[in-house]
């Protein structure tokens, strides 16, 4: 009897071999499609559905793909995601056009061309003292709109027990989110000039994502295979920050959350995180990561999957590895044809891989090359490899 999409991936996390190489696509704006190019796949298609955006979000411009394109993709995956607390997208419905989009924190994304969405609004810009976080008024993670369809979304995956439930709440990220309230620059000084306050906004927002995890995950009960978390902690050829400042600082609120996670579901952690992070990959094992993410190709020791793999196989599943810098936008479909089996062979053997694209497929990827990304998967990605 074939496998189903959930037990395809569910061996895969155990680290054995499949059918095929399990696909990861349109579960969360970093596995999802940009909605230019989500628009030209369905003209591909023949598929006649209205856009739908993440969130109900069309600032951040990721599509929430229609179940017709998600089964021709051969997505072995389903999604929960939270919501905005209605006051929010009220607001935000009611604004003027083209003013800044202002989310639940009070930081958010301005129009820097017709379309085109940057987050440039920081509301913590200049603060660098706890008296700064103790007056800012934070956002009420116990507002029943933000999970209130949680339970009956994933209910509905699970009663029909086909695709596995990744079960992704919006950018409980803390180093992202300190981010968003700062600017990157601005934070990433303030934790060498005012330690103090970076490390007290950290554990403020971290405090706040359990808070809002914890309904979330209440509302999922055990209709969840994977829970999504994360924080990008690389550039392209170096780590935002240095090992010994990420061990002191950052790693404690992640194993924290993590440990937070693991006391009230099964499921395994994703982790997503952009960049080379490959000196770090020990002390996400350390900390009970499961699942890795996005495996950025084009940055750094990144690039040397054999070495991840060597080393990192047993003790992490991998999520991603098919390049957006050059391959998916800029190659041709033979192209990412041979991509998607070069990293298959790397990353696939003995299972433990999950095939996705490094974060989000932009705008100015082609339609016919996601094609070629996701057939290719399921014709070379059987097992026993090639």
């Not at 999970?147 to 992704?168: C, D, K, P, Q």
């Not at 490390?199 to 969840?224: P, S, T, Y």
């Amino acid at each position: 009897m074939p496998l189903t999409p959930r037990q395809r991936v569910l061996m895969a996390l155990n680290r054995e071999e499949p059918d095929r190489v399990p696909i990861i696509i349109g579960t969360s704006n970093t596995t999802t499609v940009k909605i230019g190019a989500y628009r030209r796949l369905k003209l591909l298609l023949g598929i006649e559905r209205p856009d739908r955006f993440i969130y109900d979000w069309p600032e951040l411009g990721s599509a929430d793909p229609d179940e017709a394109v998600l089964e021709r993709l051969h997505g072995d995956a389903r999604s929960v995601l939270d919501r905005f607390p209605a006051g929010i997208y009220a607001r935000n419905n009611a604004r003027s056009p083209h003013s800044p989009f202002i989310d639940d924190w009070g930081s958010g994304s301005i129009e820097i061309a017709p379309g085109n969405w940057y987050p440039g609004v920081h509301p913590m810009a200049e603060a660098t003292t706890l008296d700064d976080i103790a007056r800012y008024p934070w956002p009420d993670m116990d507002d029943p709109t933000r999970v209130a369809h949680v339970r009956g979304r994933a209910r509905e995956l699970a009663a029909e027990n086909r695709y596995a439930i990744i079960g992704t709440p919006w950018l409980l990220f803390p180093l992202e989110r300190a981010f968003a309230m700062q600017g990157m620059d601005r934070f990433l000084m303030n934790l060498v000039m005012h330690p103090e306050f970076a490390r007290a906004l950290l554990e403020k927002i971290a405090a706040l994502c359990k808070q809002l995890m914890g309904h979330f995950l209440d509302e999922l009960g055990e209709d969840v295979d994977i829970i999504k978390i994360g924080d990008d902690l690389g550039s392209q050829d170096r780590l935002m920050v240095s090992p010994k400042m990420y061990r002191q600082v950052l790693k404690p609120i992640h194993a924290d959350y993590i440990a937070f996670i693991r006391q009230r579901t099964p499921a395994k952690v994703f982790f997503h995180t952009d960049g080379d992070v490959f000196g770090l990959l020990d002390d996400f094992v350390e900390i009970g990561i499961d699942i890795l993410n996005p495996i950025q190709t084009s940055a750094g020791k990144m690039a040397n999957l054999t070495e991840l793999k060597r080393r990192y196989g047993r003790n992490l599943v991998f999520c991603g590895a098919v390049d957006t810098h050059r391959i998916l936008p800029s190659g041709t479909p033979d192209e990412v044809r041979q991509e998607v089996r070069r990293v298959i062979d790397l990353l696939g053997q003995d299972g433990g891989y999950m095939l996705a694209s490094v974060h989000t497929i932009m705008d100015e990827v082609p339609p016919e090359n996601i094609l070629a990304m996701v057939d290719e998967a399921v014709e070379y990605g059987r097992y026993p490899l090639k």
